[in-house]
């Protein structure tokens, strides 16, 4: 039976999506900014993930455990029992994309999960492939929407599980060929997630036309959510979701 995504689903506003979590409000890309996420009124989470040395996927956003944590080391050479040890702040752990789906399993309405897969070329086929697992394992395909800044990690993605949809990530420092996506036609998706320095209402439009959803990031003032609200992008990704969901009704 097909897929039917939640993050393709009419609205009459903007999604609010936690980025990392409420990271305004506790450690970024753990189970309790997630939670707080939710209390403070966000409809989903971004979060980052990749493979640690033990071959789980890990939900941290940094190469290195260095700023995040009180350890220090890469990621990819550090075992999961290792990452364990470790407080991420106020006694929270880094947890597994496993973790993360249960923990939000039975949230109702359903909390969506735009789990972003950090560039690595080196990992890119074995974390594609681990992350597609967890979500089918987790049941959660219904409610899950992929990004990458890698557009080669897109397509892979699009190979692997064409049922969930899929987002290219850009900002407006990037190269042109980059931040037009050039890649675009080799990297089936349907989301665009261009930084709100690059929101206008007509580039908006001008990506519509093209039958692409448009989510925005990083958005913490309510000024700038109201914007983005009003130049018509479906999702606003935020540190503070309850600083900007006044602004967006």
Known sequence: MPVVNLWLAARDRPLIIGHRGASAHAPENTLLAFQTAREHGADGVELDVTLCASGEVVVIHDDTVDRTTDGKGRVRDLSLAALRRLDAGQGQRIPTLDEVIAFT?????????????????????????????????????????????????????????????????????????????????????????????????????????????????????????????????HGIISDSPRAIRPALG
């Open 105 to 233: 399993a039975d949230w109702d309405p359903p909390f969506l999960l735009n789990i972003e897969l950090k560039p690595s070329v080196a990992l890119r086929e074995a974390l594609a492939a681990a992350v597609v697992d967890a979500v089918w394992r987790g049941g959660c395909a219904a409610r899950t929407l992929f990004s990458s800044f890698d557009p080669l990690m897109v397509r892979r993605l699009a190979q692997l599980a064409p049922e969930v949809p899929r987002g290219i990530l850009y900002h407006h420092a990037m190269p042109a060929f980059l931040r037009r996506v050039w890649l675009a036609p080799f990297a089936p998706h349907q989301f665009r997630h261009p930084d709100i320095g690059l929101v206008t209402p007509e580039e908006v439009r001008r990506l519509k036309a093209q039958g692409k959803r448009v989510n925005t990031w990083t958005v913490n003032a309510p000024d700038q959510a109201a914007y983005a609200a009003a130049c018509g992008v």
